[in-house]
């Protein structure tokens, strides 16, 4: 369905802080017809209405300064709205309605994570860190109920077997069990129950200790005592429902959806203070959106969603038009590639056969164990070696031994039938599984020990020039290196196989001209099956100036942001906080010792390529 003119987006009066990502998903909203759902009238607030604020904890937060120890389902750009939703809390609160702060609660053996067969890594895990709420939300939940405003706490995604996207109870129905994770035949009578869709939503659970911590766990026996989220906000007599948070078109368009199933009159999504799930290049959508906005615009038409700005209910507001922005550049492949991060695999134990150009991974066994999971095994093909030309600081910098002498490119191992969005989420868990979906580099010792390895992630800092149509003479002498295109974006772009090609490699063609195609090394990528075929479309992508610096990853792999000793100090932190850079205001220090995380992963270094 075409949208209305690019220009005229600016009147949906949405607000996005130097928010590229939000901008791209506005002109994807735009041409799949959402001005049809869209509502910029002003809305005057009352105790009739209801804000969720749709799970802002810690792990769905990307890392900032406030949340260190967070991210291990990070979406992006998450902490930009922050601020915005700490503006709308306090209005809501003020104008009489009832604030809900919902928190995602998973047991450790959760049906959602991929480790248990699911599709999401482990996050929110009961107890941990990351199941609290993001610091700006949790002050403004506690500011509120100082003051004696009607501010709850709720959970859900609590039952193991089962998993609650919205903060609704789901229709028992085979379209609930669709959506969301669940273990079918589980043994559900054994917590009482009838049908796991009664554990769908969120509930209201009796918390002893939590005027003290906010993030206090519920009591022990408070689940039979439970009280589900409709219930508790019929008894304020609400009757209209407004939705932000974390991620828009999971949990935050369900909770939307499912409050028009629990017999509410309205339901509206606060478009500007949410954002979609993403993923670079693993979500097929834009430049990785993983949820199609057409269809996402057909559930909310079906259901009587509206979608609004939040200086609708905020008249004050400064509305900052993230169309203004042009921070990210709007080409994807194939005319662009990444960027990326390379980072240490300290617990990633290869051995290599040089006459087969293969690698059998014999750690960690935690992640070999996800892969065998969906018939994975934990092998694949290695290119060529070429001598390492880092220096002595860059190698220093890196971790990588003084030993390492060579070094060559590892393909990742076959899919197997690993879910594509499960294999992108598992990929952002630790640096070992990153290699498992992206590959890497190994780097061996004068003896061909495997001494180090570094994984391709998602993430920035790893640059390439834009595309350069490929010569196809040169394909042959690649013939060994060929291997199945791993990133569905790309695949479903036509690309078939990529190879890499060493820095200063010499390529030899067909009729014995020689070609040295990239001096720090370069991906080529082909758009047929049969290598020795030519296609207008083939390319080859050169990395940036070797010295390039990791600057960020996904996941929790980005708790640590190391720089190139050549290139200046480590940054604390990938950004400010949202909330501080939102207020204009300046950071302060603050010295907190964090809790010690899920992961074990050690923290991960930067790489340059040759």
Known sequence: MPGVPESKLESWNMSGDHSP???????????????????????????????????????????DDDNPMGGAFGVAEGGHIAGLIVQLMEHFAAAGATVVATRDYHPVDHCSFIPHGGPFPPHCVQGHVGSHFYKPIGECITKLRSLGRNAEIVFKGFHEDIDSFGSFQYPDHKDSFERVSN?????????????????????????????????APPDVLSCHRRKTLADLLKEHNVERIFACGLAMDYCVLDTCINSIHAGFKQATLIMDAARAAYLPGIGQHGSGFLQDPVDLRKKMLAAGV???????????????????????????????????????????????????????????????????????EPSG????????????????????PESAKNFAWGYPPNTGNFDEKARGYFSITTPAAAFFVFG??????????????MALSLGSGLQFKPAVK??????????????????????????????????????????????????????????????????????????????????????RMSRIMPTLPALGQAEPSPELSPVVRFAGAEAEPEAETSPQAISEEKPAKCCVIS
Not at 186 to 201: D, N
Not at 316 to 342: K, N, R, T, W
Not at 350 to 367: G, M, Q
Request: glycine residues 4%; hydrophobic residues 40%; charged residues 20%.
């Open 183 to 215: 273990r079918p035949h589980a043994p559900c009578g054994l917590h009482g129950c009838s049908t796991l869709a009664v554990w769908t939503g969120a509930v209201k659970l009796k918390c002893s200790n939590c005027d003290e911590d906010l993030n």
């Open 470 to 555: 490929w010569r196809a003479k040169y394909s042959a002498c690649l013939e060994s290196r060929w291997q199945p295109v791993p990133v569905p974006l790309m695949k479903k772009k036509g690309a078939k196989l990529y190879a890499w090609v060493n820095p200063g490699e010499v390529l030899t063609s067909s009729d014995n001209e020689s070609w040295t195609n990239a001096k720090h090394g370069s991906f080529v990528y082909l758009f047929h099956d049969n290598p020795l075929e030519e296609d207008d479309r083939d390319v080859y992508f050169q990395v940036f100036d070797k010295r390039e610096v990791m600057k960020t990853t996904l996941g």
């Open 21 to 63: 990502l939000f901008s791209e998903y506005l002109k994807l909203s735009n041409t799949a017809g959402w001005h049809d759902l869209l509502s910029t009238d002003a809305v005057s607030i009352s105790s009739k209405d209801a804000l969720i604020v749709v799970d802002m904890q810690n792990d769905f937060l990307p890392i």
């Open 440 to 453: 890497g580099f190994i780097y061996t010792d004068d003896k061909g020990q495997v001494v180090a390895v």
């Open 306 to 376: 509206r979608i609004m700005p939040s200086c609708a209910c905020l008249p004050d507001m400064a509305v900052h038009h993230p169309l203004s922005f042009q921070e990210l550049s709007s080409e994807i492949f194939p005319e662009q590639l990444g960027p990326y991060a390379l980072i240490t695999s300290p617990r990633l134990r290869l051995t290599i056969d040089v006459k087969a150009a293969t690698y059998l991974a014999l750690a960690p066994e935690a992640e070999i164990q996800d892969l065998r999971l969906y018939n994975v």
């Open 381 to 400: 093909k290695i290119g060529p070696f070429a001598p390492i030309t880092l220096d002595h600081a860059s190698r220093a910098a890196l971790e990588i």
